[in-house]
């Protein structure tokens, strides 16, 4: 026992710490490229998931743009918008919007909108903490409500139909749940209001984007980061 | 707890399954680790999850705790004990979000509390620092395995009340063929099982099961 002796405390403290910190160290040279690699598979499954199924038999590889807009998109953060493109046209836009009204917490979201008709391709929640059995139904895996969302368009429903039938609107009420479907109703469609009032912008930049990308590409032979 | 006294009595004769798996169960009779043992029962698969890495950090903080247990210095074994555990937790932290990352996403924060799990210091503080690596090695095993089984159990109770399934989520850990493991028990499932009073109601169940068990088998 070195009780007594600082001097040999002390190294031992040091080899521990030294040896923790290698450990930590190798897990996590080992695990880090593993960790991107599944966020970029988890991202780009997410937004597989609210793109019109045409568009999945192409390697998705969207132009990634960000707006600003509190009111609209729930959040005074910047907003990512993924946009894929066909050579330099867009497809789609898919919003990673917020819904800052939830129960417990923001809701955030992913809202795929076709370009040319500005219908919704599809809709997901990625992230909220509504509560367990009640205002989780808005979970692909636990219910198919947000799929109503399919195929709306900002003025299909009207205006007032945009909201749970409890309310007067068309969408399913969830029972038990009135804060978290009237969030998602809301950001949803805020988020095709955005869409109306800056799609050309949102086309004319993504146009920009992938342009310089592909000049980027075939200019250099260097992998772009 | 007068049973939580009996840790602290280094006695030979007791084997570290029985105490582990029930004389000194962590979950049902130390009370240790409940924070996360309440928060991740919603399901089966959660709870094993869990209950297999609190045991995997259990084994290796008692393993290489008792192997430099000569060395340990009392005034400062406590702090060296917390990062030799936080070490540990930070590396399966990060490999299983490398290799099991959906779980990973589900069980969340739980992994990296599984440091503030004062069963794993427990362990270390009675039995590691006293004890041969074999004995240690095996108690860490058998305390991680009382836990991982009132983990299990307690999930499956919650899932099967609360959900009304028993198994969903396999692919989590198996892959995508696991979807048909899932087993639908035809109804819809109380949510009060899954919010956490169900947590609380389905320990003190487990609780009362095991004292009346031990009551019992203490008349005879």
């Known amino acids: ?225 | 707890m007068t049973q939580a006294a009996t840790t602290t009595t280094p006695g030979p004769a007791v084997s570290p399954w029985t105490e582990g798996l029930w004389r000194n169960n962590p979950a049902l009779v130390q009370l240790l680790g409940l924070c996360p043992l309440l928060a991740v029962t919603t399901t089966f698969v959660n709870g094993f999850m869990l209950g297999l890495a609190t045991t995997a950090v259990m084994l290796l903080t008692n393993v290489s705790i008792s192997v430099m247990r000569a060395a340990l210095v009392p005034v400062v074994r406590i702090p060296l004990f917390v990062l030799i555990i936080a070490s540990l937790v930070t590396s399966i932290d990060l490999l299983t979000s490398a290799l099991f990352y959906e779980l990973h996403q589900t069980l969340g924060l739980f992994i990296p509390l599984i440091i503030t799990n004062c069963s794993i210091l427990a362990q270390a503080e009675t039995v590691a620092s006293r004890r041969p690596v074999g004995y240690s090695a095996a108690s860490a095993l058998a305390a991680g395995a009382g836990f991982l089984a009132v983990l299990v159990v307690l999930g499956s109770i919650r899932e099967i009340f609360g959900s009304g399934t028993l198994f969903a989520g396999m692919t989590m850990i198996l892959g995508p063929g696991a979807e048909a493991l899932t087993v639908e028990l035809g109804f819809d499932g109380m949510l009060i099982a899954i919010l956490p009073p169900g947590a609380f109601f389905g320990l003190a169940a487990l609780l009362a099961i095991r004292n009346i068990v031990t009551v019992r088998s203490a008349r005879e």
Do not use: C
């Open chain 1, 1 to 225: 026992m070195a009780e007594g002796r600082p001097l040999a405390t002390l190294l031992l403290v040091a080899a521990i710490a030294t040896a923790a910190a290698l450990l930590v160290t190798a897990s996590w040279e080992f695990s880090r490229e593993r960790i991107a690699a599944n966020e970029r598979a988890r991202l780009i499954a997410s937004l597989s998931s609210v793109l019109d199924p045409s568009l999945l038999d192409r390697d998705l590889d969207p132009v990634l743009l960000t707006v600003e807009d509190e009111t609209l998109l729930g959040t005074d953060e910047p907003v990512e918008v993924f946009v894929p493109v066909d050579g330099t046209t867009p497809l789609a836009a898919i919003f990673a919007s917020v819904a800052p009204d939830g129960y417990n917490a923001p809701i955030e979201l992913l809202i795929g909108i076709d370009i040319e008709s500005g219908r919704i391709t599809g809709v997901r929640v990625v992230g909220h903490r509504e509560t367990p059995g009640l205002g989780d139904l808005i979970e692909i895996r636990k219910s198919a409500w947000i799929l109503q969302f399919d195929g709306k368009s900002v003025d299909d429903p009207p205006a007032a139909a945009w909201a749970v039938t409890r309310d007067d609107g068309q969408f399913d009420s969830i029972t038990g749940a009135t804060v978290t479907p009237r969030a998602v109703i809301g950001a949803v469609r805020n988020t095709l209001l955005y869409f109306e009032a800056h799609r050309d912008e949102l086309i004319a930049r993504a146009e920009r984007e992938a342009e310089a990308r592909s000049e980027a590409e075939s200019g250099s032979t260097q992998a772009p980061e």
